[in-house]
């Protein structure tokens, strides 16, 4: 598969898994379901229809092959099952909202439930590269269809007419001709027991047919957020439960040599206190001190009274202030080509105008809102866990090479996620929880604080890029080169740190070159909101607005040059960029945020694009900047390209929201490091953006007939550069460095 396909996907999965080409081949492989997809129908509950069908990733595992439920109907109602993660980018609904789609439900009929954690019935069941969407669209419509045929082949045989004389709607099957109708509930049973058609037979929806899809559609949780019940992890309260902390070394790689133990156990209110070797993988089970008690104040007092010998022969001594140093030391230096496509240095000594320019940007932390938890439970051999994870299945797999607890005896509860962003793809909170339950003997509920997930987060990693690029006499960019300066932990680049074939502009600009040097890193760095691109975004599309700058053009024009005739970037390969939605978008985040209009001193717009997760977005940004550095965001207007949308209200909630995360991002927010230690502990150091500094957002989407795509990432690249581009545009000055805080920049 080409390295442009699924761009930060494959690297999201594969950095939980470690099988980067297995990851790839199956993301493919599940693309590409169509309704030969084997549906069956596997069983009654209570005299209902329990509709299942199986994925082929599935069946890979070498058992017998189990299909999936995700319809259920009954006389008490219709129940849906979703069966990934819920993270607050709304797939517990938009899932559900697929299958009624083509089942033809009411919507007000329908009743959706968290999804069992099975592998072998579910296949792949995560949340992160924004896959929900993507890999479950054609399997879920078959779902629905199939339910839906064999309700109207039951309603035939009742009502005595043919069912091509049938329709459905709002949860009937209805014979137009004579005015009958009966309701789905009435139908379950006889349903069960119709032959399940075969899926080459079934005729999915077209897009113009939807009448649930499209729709503003609120969270089928909302109602029980707003009245504070139990949804996620840290609400979890199980039988005899106790409460845990686990500290750490500051500095990844340290272990406990030795604790004030005896005196941690006389407090009032601790259980036990003891010393945990880990398993020699930093992303599962670190060593350190867990401390049990008889409530969260107890423990995390107790832990404030924890005193550690550290044995840091082994720990991290990453530096900021070193690495910094050292890629400005590197920047004149040629690295590894990694892409060298056409004549870059005969462009160069070709060009009417060379520009450079030298751009940094942090490490940052996922700082979801809800830290870290798991409640886990030991008894007989068998271990019961509920934990707020983005891949549960990976992550028991996780507890199992933690605990050497065989996986067949996990049971794991997916309780709803309080933010992630990547972070929740890694398990190693649940992996601690596990061993100390495993040890204690008792159901424990393991709570971070801020302060640790701030220390022991898996972090978007820093960089650094040199750039050089070239336009001919007639303003159009002939030459691009990239020295990327990157960090590599065991000799390969951490997560988001590697430039590739589907980095902007390769495949664009004719003449290209990309670069990279690794510095030595052992801290934690992973998959963080659109990895790689959220960073490249700033960078590249940054610097094709100082070219289009040093050739005296307007931004827009030489955007739309680049793109040049519409095309997929890979030849009818539908997971890469396609010039003509680029364009299309781009167009259309112009037109509505009234590029080319007169603006006020010291406003400007601000224009980027980026293609990352198969989504195709566009972002201009209203801009004002006074004498002091202080910023203003007015208003953020957004074109995005990514197929049909599911749920108009969720696609809108996670436009706006990657807009604010990313102006958050880009404003303030940086983690350094010195000896190994993170320098940041808290929101006091580190300050997400406050409410009102949030701009206005508007969000449009292009009327698309191309395969759905997630949402929950590819907003997020263009912001800072729109952002900075208006800048520039604005005060002439240009940022080369996120956070803009560290140029003098304020809101």
């Not at 849906?80 to 697929?98: D, F, Y």
């Not at 729109?722 to 003098?744: Q, W």
């Amino acid at each position: 598969m080409s390295a442009l396909n699924y761009q930060g996907i494959n690297e999201t999965v594969a950095a939980v898994t470690g099988e980067r080409e297995q990851i790839a081949d199956g993301l493919l492989g599940i693309a590409k379901l169509d309704r030969r997809q084997f549906i069956k129908l596997t069983g009654l509950v209570g005299g209902g229809l329990m509709l299942s069908f199986t994925l082929p990733r599935a069946a890979a595992a070498g058992g017998p092959l189990k299909p999936n439920g995700y319809v259920r109907i009954d006389a008490d109602g219709i129940t849906l099952l979703a069966k990934n993660p819920e993270v607050g980018q709304g797939v517990k609904t938009s899932l559900p909202m697929i299958v009624a789609e083509e089942l033809d439900a009411a919507w007000d009929d329908v009743t959706v439930v968290q999804s069992p954690i099975d592998a072998a019935t579910y296949g792949m069941q995560f949340a992160g590269g924004s896959m929900s969407i993507p890999m479950n669209w054609t399997p879920l419509r078959q779902a629905g269809a199939t339910a839906r045929a064999m309700l109207v082949g039951a309603a035939a045989k009742q009502l005595g007419v043919p069912a091509e004389e049938l329709s459905t709607r709002d949860s009937h099957v209805i014979h137009e001709a004579s005015g009958r109708k009966l309701k789905y509930t009435a139908l379950a049973a006889d349903a069960a027991e119709m032959p399940v058609p075969d899926a080459a037979s079934l005729t999915l929806k077209s897009t113009g047919d939807f009448r649930l899809l499209g729709k503003r559609i609120t969270g089928v949780d909302n109602e029980a957020l707003v009245r504070g019940e139990a949804l996620f992890g840290i609400d979890v309260s199980v039988p005899g439960m106790k409460y845990a902390v686990y500290q750490k070394c500051p500095a990844i790689g340290g272990k406990a040599k030795s604790a004030n133990l005896a005196e941690i156990k006389a407090m009032p209110g601790v259980h036990d206190a003891f010393i945990l070797d880990g398993n020699d993988n930093a992303m599962d089970l670190l060593p350190g001190v867990a401390i049990i008690a008889e409530s969260t104040w107890a423990a995390i007092r107790a832990k404030r009274a924890l005193a550690v010998e550290w044995d840091e022969t082994e720990a991290s001594k990453d530096s900021w202030s070193a690495a910094v140093a050292e890629a400005e030391s590197l920047r004149g230096e040629a690295g590894e080509r990694v892409v060298d496509e056409g004549d870059v240095d005969a462009a160069f000594e070709s060009a009417a105008e060379r520009v450079s320019g030298y751009y940094t940007y942090h490490f940052v932390s996922h700082a979801q809102l809800e830290p870290q938890n798991t409640t886990a439970s030991f008894a007989d051999g068998a271990l019961e866990i509920w934990s707020p994870t983005q891949t549960p299945d990976w992550g028991m797999d996780a507890v199992a090479r933690a605990t050497g607890i065989d996986k067949s005896k996990i049971t794991l509860h997916q309780m709803r996620c309080g933010g992630g962003f990547g972070r929740r793809l890694y398990n190693d909170f649940m992996c601690e929880a596990a061993a100390i339950t495993q040890r204690a003997g008792v159901p424990v509920k393991l709570q971070w604080t801020r302060e640790d997930d701030m220390a022991y987060d898996l972090y978007r990693a820093g960089g650094f890029h040199q750039l050089e690029g070239s336009v001919d006499a007639e303003g159009k960019v002939t030459g691009w080169r990239d020295h990327f300066i990157t960090f590599a932990n065991d000799g390969r680049p951490v997560s988001g740190g590697a430039l590739g074939q589907g980095v902007f502009p390769n495949g664009l600009v004719p003449n290209v070159r990309f670069e990279q040097t690794a510095l030595d890193w052992k801290n934690r760095c992973a998959a963080w909101r659109a990895p790689g691109a959220n960073v490249f975004g700033f960078v590249v599309q940054s610097f094709l607005h100082e070219l289009a700058a040093a050739a005296g053009r307007d931004h827009l024009e030489v955007l739309l040059e680049v793109f040049g005739e519409p095309r997929w970037l890979v030849p009818d390969n539908p997971g890469t960029l396609n010039t003509e939605r680029a364009a299309n978008v781009v167009k259309l985040a112009a037109e509505k945020a009234g590029w080319g209009r007169d603006m006020p001193d010291g406003r400007a717009l601000g224009l980027a694009f980026y293609f990352s997760h198969m989504g195709h977005i566009a972002e201009v940004a209203d801009v004002s900047v006074d004498t002091d550095k202080k910023i203003k965001v007015h208003k953020v207007t957004v074109a995005a390209d990514v197929g049909p949308i599911v749920n108009l209200s969720g696609a809108e909630n996670q436009m706006q929201g990657s807009v604010v995360d990313g102006l958050s991002t880009m404003m303030g927010l940086s983690v350094t490091f010195e000896n190994g230690r993170v320098q940041q502990s808290n929101f006091d150091k580190y300050p997400l953006l406050r409410m009102g500094a949030t701009p206005k957002v508007d969000v449009h989407f292009v009327d698309s007939d191309f395969s759905p795509t997630g949402l929950g990432e590819p907003a997020l690249p263009p912001l800072a550069p729109a952002v900075c581009n208006a800048i520039y545009s604005a005060t002439g000055r240009r940022i080369r460095t996120l956070p803009i805080s560290e140029e003098g920049y304020t809101v």
